[in-house]
């Protein structure tokens, strides 16, 4: 844990279970919700196979990234995660969304 609360800048150890519980939830949640947003856009696997999950990817990537600063503002983590999405985005080559 020391590792972790080195590498993330926290000091507690209940701040790593916290942020580890959001990562966890948000994934779950994501994949989740993702099939009923891909049926409420007509977009089914009669599609093909390769686009129909080439587009639940994109949606699973683009609920994920919502869900992970939502989330992390309902467990009081906001800090965290907002700084851990910029970080992600910029390092994927989406840093133009927060400039």
């Known amino acids: 844990m020391?590792?972790?609360?080195?590498?993330?800048?926290?000091n507690s150890n209940w701040q790593v279970i916290i942020i580890l519980l959001v990562f966890?939830?948000?994934?779950?949640?994501?994949v989740y919700i993702a099939k009923p947003v891909l049926d409420f856009?007509?977009?089914t696997s009669e599609l093909g196979s390769l686009i129909y999950w080439t587009l639940r990817i994109i949606v699973i990537f683009t609920l994920y990234q919502?869900?992970?600063v939502?989330?992390?503002w309902l467990f009081g983590q906001y800090k965290f995660f907002s700084k851990f999405v910029k970080k992600f985005?910029?390092?994927i080559?989406?840093?133009?969304?927060?400039t």
Do not use: C, H, Q
């Open 66 to 68: 919502f869900l992970l």
């Open 93 to 98: 080559g989406l840093k133009f969304l927060f």
């Open 41 to 43: 856009f007509g977009i």
């Open 89 to 91: 985005l910029g390092r």
């Open 24 to 30: 966890t939830v948000t994934g779950s949640t994501s």
């Open 2 to 10: 020391d590792t972790l609360k080195k590498r993330w800048g926290i």
């Open 70 to 72: 939502s989330y992390g």
